[in-house]
């Protein structure tokens, strides 16, 4: 299997780096095909909602996913076309993702027009950090949910790794990388809907 996995610190070097390497040696392990995009070695800007993507479909001989923005997203994007499925790590900052992702997730829109993909691919995504953030990271996983949908995937699992990882990038649940952590699937995290929050209790999502 050709797997992707998308380190989503803005640091080159720490926890999330650490666990990166682990589960790119535990695929490799599996006999998967492993790329890993560093988000802190790549150049992507922040959109800018200019909206030209709307109009990439309608304009003959136009790349459906072309941006006004050149930059390492042109690579990252046929990275992630040709993956058949994808892991991102992300420290929490806030709740939520740290900017450097967020600009990741948001220039992902040229695939809401798009519209590629018939079939949702599987993405699992870990989450890294020292822990005592009575918010806890709700906010990540419907940000990496919400936009990673338009690409063509499917949230299905979290893996909690916060208060996991020692300073010195050593993972502190003998499991490993793959089976350590807390795992959760992806809807036992609260969602708003206009309706109301969904599922009420980890217990509905049958955790």
């Not at 890993?36 to 996913?65: F, Q, Y």
């Not at 993956?83 to 420290?91: H, N």
């Not at 929490?92 to 691919?121: E, I, N, W």
Request: net charge neutral; with cysteine; proline share 5%.
């Amino acid at each position: 299997m050709r797997r992707l996995i998308i380190c989503g610190s803005p640091r080159a070097v720490g926890r999330s780096s650490a666990l990166a390497w682990a589960l790119a040696d535990a695929y490799r392990a599996l006999g998967d095909e492993v790329e890993i995009v560093s988000i802190a070695s790549v150049d992507i800007a922040p959109c800018t909602g200019c909206l030209v993507c709307e109009n990439n479909k309608r304009t003959v001989g136009r790349d459906p996913l072309y941006c006004v923005i050149a930059d390492s997203m042109i690579r990252v994007r046929a990275l992630l076309n040709e993956t058949e499925a994808l892991t991102v790590i992300s420290p929490v900052y806030f709740s939520g993702a740290p900017a450097q992702l967020k600009a990741f997730f948001d220039r992902l829109q040229p695939y809401y027009y798009a519209q590629m993909f018939d079939q949702k691919r599987p993405v699992d995504l870990f989450v890294v950090g020292e822990g005592g953030d009575p918010h806890g990271f709700g906010s990540l996983v419907g940000e990496a949910r919400s936009a990673l949908a338009v690409a063509g995937f499917r949230l299905e699992r979290v893996h909690d790794w916060v208060g996991l990882i020692g300073v010195d990038g050593r993972l502190l649940d003998e499991a490993g990388a793959l089976d350590g952590g807390r795992i959760f699937p992806a809807s036992a995290y609260l969602m708003q809907t206009p309706t109301g929050v969904f599922p009420k209790t980890r217990e509905a999502a049958g955790v």
